[in-house]
């Protein structure tokens, strides 16, 4: 349990986000309605975080000298994805507190020790086996079997780093498509649904825990959330309650983003997990009356949390790609809230923006479903 509590960064303070995407921005702009100038730190020219940020530092991860001035000009520092190395975070610290911490990061972009973390909590996940080799492939399919799943160990992302492997599937060939040095294999979840959970974290150690959701993707890619997912109350609370055990044994001040498996026998298996706002909780933007990015600014300042009672149903649609070409359209539906990222170009795959449409609590949702 955290000790010896800081005092909450006020108001007027800056706050340094590492990486440009969407969630740096959307937190960016939750950050500017609370009273915080927000830095950003990113190697991508003109992202779409930049353009609601007061100052962008535009410089490689392992920049010394630009990780230095970020870090001095500063207040707080928090990262919108795991994706950036770890050494870089552990050097913004001595600048800064960083929030989460190194460690949360070290944990979370790494499946290796994502599982073996959960493990040593009594949290189940799917059978995994690591491989470093066609060799180690070839034994751990023994183990595991087919179907499966081949994924890298670090930077895999809406379905990236990840090759199905079936039983006639050449084990040499699968690894030359990981193109790693170090994999884990899967074992195939026979699953009824995908939830998730989100949880925040004050770093006097109080927690507060989002609605699960349900997910459903499409070629690898999250496609819809549906707030509330519907399980029970039982199921519900067991999800809550893995999301906020792995937050404490970390010691994570921030946000929390747990997927899970529900089995078909009711069991829960968490998949992956990520220290930072999810896109699975985009829906909080309008079915709450505190979004997950403004909850984030909240914890990571030490401001008190903000209420997570949801007072719609949502079902969030991910636009991807040529999706955002639709935009007049979406904007004439009245109960469609359109979200945009920025991005200068649409490319197959990429995530653009989002909408949300409500529905009052306990109805029926209709539409992308």
Not at 47 to 66: F, H, I, L, Q
Not at 165 to 190: K, M
Not at 307 to 317: A, E, F, L, P
């Amino acid at each position: 349990m955290t000790t010896n509590i800081p005092a909450p960064i006020a108001p007027g303070s800056t706050l340094g986000i590492v990486g440009g995407g969407q969630l740096g921005r959307m937190t960016a702009v939750a950050a500017a309605e609370l009273g915080y100038a927000v830095h950003i730190f990113t190697p991508e020219e003109n992202s779409p975080a930049s353009k609601v940020a007061a100052r962008t530092y535009v410089a490689d991860y392992d920049d010394d000298d630009a990780i230095k001035a970020f870090g001095e000009s500063v207040d707080v520092i928090t990262f919108e994805f795991e994706n950036i190395p770890a050494e870089t975070v552990k050097k913004l610290s001595a600048s800064a507190p960083v929030r989460p911490c190194y460690n949360c990061l070290a944990i979370g972009q790494d499946r290796v020790k994502e599982k073996t973390f959960a493990a040593d909590l009594g949290i189940e996940t799917a059978p995994w086996e690591i491989v470093k080799s066609a060799d180690d492939l070839r034994e751990a399919l023994k183990i595991i079997g087919t179907p499966s799943i081949l994924k890298t160990t670090t930077l895999g992302y809406d379905g990236k780093g990840q090759v199905r492997l079936r039983a006639d599937t050449d084990p040499s060939e699968a690894w030359d498509a990981l193109g790693g040095n170090v994999g884990i294999l899967e074992g195939f979840v026979d699953f009824t649904m995908e939830i998730s959970v989100i949880t925040a974290r004050r770093p006097s150690g109080a927690m507060a825990t989002f609605d699960v959701v349900e997910n459903r993707h499409k070629n690898g890619i999250l496609d819809v959330t549906i707030a509330p997912a519907d399980i029970s109350s039982a199921l519900a609370e067991d999800a809550c309650a893995i999301g906020q055990k792995l937050a404490e044994a970390m010691d994570m001040v921030g946000l929390l983003a747990v997927e899970l498996f529900v089995t078909k026998d009711g069991h829960l298996l968490m998949n992956e997990m990520a220290p930072r706002p999810h896109n699975s909780g985009h829906w909080t933007q309008d079915g709450c009356s505190t979004s997950q990015y403004e909850q984030f600014v909240r914890a990571v300042t030490g401001l008190p949390l903000g209420t997570t009672q949801r007072h719609s149903d949502v079902v969030m649609k991910n636009l991807i790609g040529d999706d955002i070409n639709d935009w007049a359209n979406i904007v004439k539906n009245p109960d469609d809230k359109l979200h945009l990222y920025g991005k200068s170009e649409a490319r197959a795959g990429r995530k653009m923006g989002h909408i949300n449409r409500l529905y009052a609590k306990g109805s029926q949702p209709k539409g992308w479903l």
